[in-house]
C-alpha cells in the first residue's frame, strides 16, 4: 500500500511538472510575437532588422507614436490618418454592439420565455446564420447597399455587421434566460409587471455575465473585421482602423516598426474593453454550467 501511494504520489508530480512546462510554455508562445511588437514599435526604421530587441535601453524611441498621432512618418512621408480612423471604428463599433445587444435581449426573452407559433422554427432559422460565410454574401451585400443608396458611408457596414452578430448573440442569450427559474417571472406576473417591465427589472441586472461576455465578442469582431469594409468602404476617410493600417505596408517593403507602432495603438481599446468587462466574461463562460 505504502509503495503504491509513493507511486501516486510521483506520478501526480510528474504529471504537474509536465502540466506546468506545457502551460508556461504556451505563455510564451502567446507572448512572444506581443512583446516583438512593441518592441519592433520601438525601434527606428534603421534599427528593425538589426537585433531580434534591444541592445540596450538607448535604442528606445516613442517617436513613432509620436508620428502617429501626427498622421505622417518621415520615412518616406507615410500618411495614416489613424485618429480618423480611430473614431470610425468607435462609431461603427458601439453602435453596432448597442443594437446588437438591444435585438438579442429582446429576441432572446421571447424564444426562451414566450410561447408562440413557430418558435423553433425561428429560433433555428436565425442560428443557421451562424454557418454563412462572410465571404458568400460579400457581393449580394454590395448590390443591397447600393441599392439603398448608402454605399460608401458608415451605415454600408453598420447593417451587415449587425445582421452577421445577432445569430451569436440571440443564442447565447436564449440559452442564458432558460436557466433564470420562470418562478421569478410569474411572481413579477402576478404583481402585475408586463414582460418589458420584467425585462428591466428581473432578466436583465440577472443578466450581467452573458452582458459581457456578448460585448467582448461582439466588439472584438467588428473593431477587428476587414473584409467587408473593404469591399463597401471606398473612400478614404471612411476607413476603419484595419483599413488604415494596410496603408502601411509597401508593395516591396514594408516598414515593420510603423507597422507594428498602428497595430499596437489599434488593439488598447480591445484591452481596455476585456479589463472592464472582465469579470463578466469568464462568469458568462460559466454561467449554466452548473445546475441546481
Not at 512583446?35 to 513613432?64: C, D, G, H, P, Y
Not at 508620428?67 to 473614431?87: D, H, S, T
Amino acid at each position: 500500500m505504502v509503495k503504491n501511494r509513493i507511486k501516486i504520489n510521483q506520478d501526480s508530480k510528474a504529471l504537474s511538472i509536465f502540466e506546468y512546462i506545457v502551460m508556461y510554455g504556451w505563455l510564451v508562445l502567446v507572448l512572444f510575437p506581443f512583446i516583438w511588437m512593441i518592441s519592433l514599435s520601438l525601434r527606428k526604421t534603421q534599427a528593425v532588422f538589426k537585433n531580434l530587441f534591444f541592445q540596450s535601453f538607448k535604442e528606445i524611441t516613442f517617436e513613432n507614436y509620436y508620428y502617429l498621432f501626427k498622421g505622417e512618418f518621415p520615412y518616406r512621408k507615410i500618411q495614416v490618418f489613424f485618429l480618423n480612423a480611430l473614431k470610425n471604428s468607435f462609431v461603427v463599433t458601439a453602435i453596432t454592439v448597442i443594437v446588437i445587444l438591444i435585438i438579442a435581449i429582446l429576441a432572446g426573452y421571447a424564444f426562451s420565455k414566450l410561447k408562440f407559433f413557430g418558435r423553433s422554427a425561428g429560433f433555428y432559422f436565425i442560428l443557421a446564420g451562424m454557418m454563412v460565410p462572410v465571404q458568400v454574401i460579400m457581393l449580394p451585400l454590395f448590390k443591397i447597399v447600393k441599392i439603398f443608396g448608402i454605399q460608401n458611408t458608415l451605415l454600408s457596414i453598420i447593417f451587415p455587421y449587425i445582421a452577421i452578430g445577432l445569430p451569436l448573440s440571440i443564442f447565447l442569450f436564449t440559452g442564458f434566460f432558460k436557466n433564470i427559474p420562470d418562478a421569478l417571472i410569474e411572481a413579477a406576473r402576478i404583481e402585475g409587471a408586463n414582460n418589458i417591465q420584467i425585462l428591466l427589472k428581473i432578466i436583465i441586472p440577472l443578466s450581467k455575465p452573458v452582458i459581457g461576455a456578448n460585448v467582448i465578442f461582439q466588439f472584438m469582431f467588428n473593431w477587428n473585421e476587414f473584409s467587408l469594409a473593404l469591399v463597401l468602404l471606398q473612400k478614404a476617410n471612411l476607413y476603419t482602423l484595419p483599413l488604415e493600417i494596410t496603408k502601411v505596408q509597401g508593395q516591396y517593403m514594408t516598414p515593420w516598426n510603423i507597422f507594428a507602432t498602428t497595430a499596437m495603438a489599434a488593439i488598447v481599446p480591445i484591452i481596455i474593453i476585456y479589463l472592464i468587462f472582465q469579470k463578466q466574461f469568464v462568469s458568462g463562460l460559466t454561467a449554466g454550467a452548473i445546475k441546481e
